[in-house]
């Protein structure tokens, strides 16, 4: 009988395996492994400047959104991904949204890497890579820093990634997939540096192989699992202001003491809805959405429409890394059919170069056209949207900056969040928002 083919990522592990043993003088440091970081929890605070991808870009507004598009669909891809194993296969990736500057290793080098509340690893290509995208500054070379040190294959945070081996000589090795990509490297401990705050002994993915199309220079997962950075530092509290998606001004990360809306002193009215667990992907922050209602309609959505089951599937996930919504396909029809009936608009089909379904065609003088409000009926806490954050005008048309999922699973993307500040409070398992002006926070 014939045996099966190895799969992608075994297939990864032995070719990483051997090039890591050809290339072990390059690579080898003194450092000793760590056993067990965990164990080391600190707490720490700062705050950290957030800049959108496409802001040092000249985009017009069709482009940038066609692009967040895109990049939402490769981000429902790694969600789709954790709810069905088997599409693992994929290797084409997304681009970030958010980025954030932070400094790796003694002495500490800057890098930049994705805001993440959808991932747990923390990672950043190094050298020697064998597969990375390009980047403005060199890759980071661990065997220049002093502070570096391998990964044990016994370390706690090695046996939590889902996909791990153990090499000879450099311990703990991962495979770290996003559905639409993946990212293949090494386990180590550094000292980060985030806004003059230095963090030692983070635990961070080396990449070398970094495959698909679109990856960023690295990235700051902020999920809920062990690896992320909120685990490792032991704060329950952080917080995010992201500016206007079709802007070029900075938003705002807060980590620790800083990140509550008490201590913001903004002002605002302030809605909290608790977060719900789920134990089958444990890393994604989930909200109770109850309903919708557009202008003065409720939307005739099941009840169970965006419930999170007992066996994991369906929910609603809130995401600083999807850029577009995607609502439960049965309740995005029903959003789609009354902005049809309220909108009287005609329409236009613009979806080669927006992505987008619904787009309206815009009147000379469209100072005077009415929007209806929308609004997110969370678990106590009912979010009336700002007309920008869901619907996109340019080039004499207005389009509905939201999606279908193809699926019971829905996502609460970044563009419906921006000039908010959303607080998560891991503590007193709630999430918060407070409208802000997040360029001014």
């Known amino acids: 009988m014939a045996s099966s083919p190895p799969s992608l990522s075994s297939l990864l592990f032995l070719t990483l395996s051997l090039i890591l043993i050809s290339i072990l003088p390059a690579l080898s440091t003194s450092h000793q492994a760590l056993d067990d970081h965990q164990d080391q929890l600190m707490k720490t605070s700062f705050k950290i400047t957030l800049n959108h991808i496409d802001s040092s870009g000249n985009f017009t507004n069709s482009e940038r959104i066609y692009r967040a598009v895109k990049r939402s669909s490769h981000k429902l891809q790694m969600f789709l991904t954790a709810k069905h194993p088997k599409l693992r296969t994929t290797v084409y990736a997304g681009e970030g949204e958010y980025l954030m500057n932070f400094s790796i290793g003694t002495p500490p080098k800057s890098y930049y890497g994705t805001m993440d509340t959808g991932s747990d690893l923390i990672w950043t290509q190094c050298q020697p890579c064998l597969m990375c995208v390009p980047q403005p500054v060199p890759l ?20 939590d990634l889902k996909i791990s081996d153990c090499n000879p ?111 089958k992907h444990p890393t994604f922050y989930y909200l109770s959405l109850e309903g919708i209602t557009i202008g003065s309609t409720r939307l005739p959505v099941n009840k169970t429409t965006f419930a999170l089951n007992a066996d994991g599937y369906g929910g609603l996930i809130i995401d600083s890394g999807t850029p577009i919504t995607r609502l439960a ?18 329409l236009v089909d613009a979806f080669n170069y927006t992505g987008l379904d619904l787009c309206f065609k815009l009147p000379s003088n469209h100072s005077r056209v009415e929007i209806p409000s929308l609004v997110f009926h969370f678990k106590d806490a009912d979010l ?41 409070d891991l503590y007193k398992e709630t999430l918060s928002f407070m409208p802000t002006e997040c360029d001014k926070f």
């Open 329 to 346: 396909e049965s309740a995005y029809i029903l959003v789609v059919e009354e902005f049809i009936s309220q909108v009287k608009l005609p």
């Open 169 to 279: 000589f450099y311990g703990c090795v991962y495979i770290y997939g996003y559905g639409s990509g993946v990212t293949s490297g090494f386990l180590g401990t550094e000292t980060f540096t985030f806004e003059k705050v230095k963090v030692p002994k983070v635990t961070f993915g080396c990449g070398l192989f970094n495959l698909g199309a679109g990856f960023t220079e690295g990235l700051i997962g902020l999920g809920r699992g062990p690896l992320s950075l909120v685990s490792q530092l032991g704060e329950p509290t952080f917080s995010y202001c992201l500016p206007s998606w079709n802007g070029s001004k900075h938003g705002t990360l807060l980590l620790g003491s800083h990140a509550s809306v008490n201590s913001s002193g903004r002002g605002g009215e302030i809605k909290t809805t608790p977060l719900i667990q789920n134990p």
């Open 140 to 159: 980071f070379d661990p065997k220049k820093s002093s502070s570096f040190s391998n990964v044990s294959c016994s370390s706690k945070l090695c046996l």
């Open 384 to 424: 009336d949207l700002p007309r920008e954050n869901y619907m996109i005008l340019d080039s004499g048309i207005m389009c509905l900056a939201m999606l279908g999922s193809g699926d019971t699973l829905s996502i609460f993307g970044n563009i419906q969040q921006q000039n908010i500040l959303v607080v998560h």
